[in-house]
């Protein structure tokens, strides 16, 4: 199984920036797709971003698309994620998440879970 530690989460005022990390280590062999999710109080995890480590395919939630991006370094075994024009809906806990393929990021069938890191976005 492969360990995920996300990073970067914090507090930021509305229309701001912040990136999150996800470092990736143990076993990757079988891991080829990486994402975000992301829950807030109350709400069910739902799908942010997902990427490949081989061909950078990408894929977003319409809640997110352009204004976040996914981006990945492979030598580091690293995914960001960019979080642009920040928004009080965005408060949440956000998860990174590595599994078999881009779709079975988006449909939650993941081998592994990061422990998550805090985004809260003020008004």
């Known amino acids: 199984q492969v360990q995920l530690v996300e990073s970067g989460g914090g507090l930021v005022q509305a229309g701001g920036s912040l990136r999150l990390s996800c470092a990736a280590s143990?076993?990757?062999?079988?891991?080829?797709?990486m994402g975000w999710f992301r829950q807030a109080p109350g709400k069910e995890r739902e799908f942010v971003a997902a990427?490949?480590?081989?061909?950078?395919?990408?894929d977003y939630a319409d809640s997110v698309k352009g204004r976040f991006t996914i981006s990945r370094d492979n030598a580091k075994n690293t995914v960001y994620l960019q979080m642009n024009s920040l928004k009080p809906e965005d408060t949440a806990v956000y998860y990174c998440?590595?599994?078999?393929?881009?779709?079975?990021?988006?449909?939650?069938?993941?081998?592994?879970w990061g422990k998550g890191t805090q985004v809260t976005v003020s008004s």
């Open positions: 990427i490949t480590w081989s061909d950078n395919r990408q």
């Open positions: 143990g076993r990757t062999f079988s891991t080829y797709a």
């Open positions: 998440a590595a599994a078999f393929t881009l779709n079975m990021v988006r449909a939650g069938v993941v081998d592994s």
